[in-house]
């Protein structure tokens, strides 16, 4: 069994073993493929993995050995599934591998700007707690999370598990969801009043047509001028010169994002030199637990596939 992962750094640069994988079948496993050297390097394979590296109708064409793709990752838009569909290729994805280290990122961002670790942290390299002439100072007003209303757009694996904290901190809790789901405890509110009270508000909806851009600046505009946005989901959620103006004025009073529509960003994103907006590189996903658990999913995924019974296959 020839089986062949094009960018396999990205999940694991070298801290995970690939034994589960390798354990299967002879594995030839690239850090990087660029677009050029897709083809060549599947030529033989039969089961392909890939995170990033897209493998559209045309490459698919060039390999008429390929039985399975596995997509190293939750979303699949890298893969043409309908193009694989066509040719008997199963396609399958990894859900769910990193609920709570995207739940706890989303906390992260929440304590940091509530307590300004970052600021703070940078001020005392700075000297400015040697110099002060008081045991302790603070540059920014301090938060206390407890009562504070936590609004959660999209009530999946990862909204649900930032509930439970939330719920932990002692924070009131809002959501919207085309599902709701009954008996779970949460105030359910419209789209306009999630904005309007939510104190954090934190973003845990799909990226589609109808979600693209939510947060703009009709949306932005009911939100409180003390009230913070989270996102660790999809960049294209946020129009981003939408949300740059709102921080920049004072009409909002931050942002914690893990995610941008540009990944990496252009050096014009008007968010990178905003007004109290942190951005880390989506890694919310990347901890070491959670990658483990996406290499130990796939490779269960290609063993079901193999044993006749795939699952996580995509539609």
């Not at 660029?34 to 493998?55: F, G, M, P, Q, S």
């Not at 939330?166 to 306009?192: L, Q």
């Not at 990496?264 to 109290?276: E, H, S, V």
Request: hydrophobic share 45%.
């Amino acid at each position: 069994m020839n089986i062949v992962v094009l960018d396999g750094y990205t999940s694991n640069p070298g801290d995970i073993a690939w034994y589960e994988l390798e354990s299967i079948g002879t594995c030839r496993i690239y850090d990087s493929s660029a677009h050029d050297e897709v083809a060549e390097r599947c030529r033989n394979a039969e089961i392909v993995l890939t995170n990033k590296t897209a493998l559209n109708a045309e490459t698919l064409a060039c390999l008429p050995e390929l039985r399975y793709i596995g997509v190293l990752a939750t979303g699949y838009n890298v893969v043409d599934v309908p193009a694989a569909t066509v040719r008997g290729i199963i396609v399958a994805n990894v859900p769910a591998y990193s609920t709570d280290s995207v739940a706890q990122t989303v906390f992260a961002h929440i304590l940091n700007l509530s307590n300004n670790v970052a600021g703070h942290a940078a001020g005392v390299a700075a000297g400015e707690w040697e110099d002060c002439e008081h045991f302790c100072y603070w540059k920014t007003s301090l938060l206390e999370l407890r009562n504070m209303t936590l609004g959660i757009l999209g009530l999946g694996r990862i909204g649900a598990a930032a509930v439970v904290i939330g719920r932990a901190f002692g924070m009131k809790i809002i959501a919207f969801s085309r599902t709701p789901k009954a008996g779970c405890g949460i105030e359910y509110v419209d789209m306009a009043e999630l904005f309007r009270r939510s104190d954090f508000l934190t973003l845990h909806c799909p990226l589609t047509p109808e979600t693209a851009g939510i947060v703009n600046q009709e949306h932005l505009a009911l939100m409180k001028p003390t009230a913070f946005l989270i996102n660790t989901a999809r960049g294209g959620l946020v129009d981003e010169a939408a949300l740059a103006a709102a921080l920049n004025s004072g009409k909002l009073a931050g942002a914690g994002l893990d995610v941008l529509s540009t990944e990496p960003p252009k050096c014009d994103n008007p968010l990178l030199k905003a007004r109290n907006c942190y951005i880390t590189p989506h890694i919310g996903w990347a901890s070491k637990a959670a990658r483990q658990r996406l290499l130990s999913i796939a490779a269960a995924n290609v063993r079901a596939f193999l044993n006749g019974s795939p699952v996580n296959v995509v539609r």
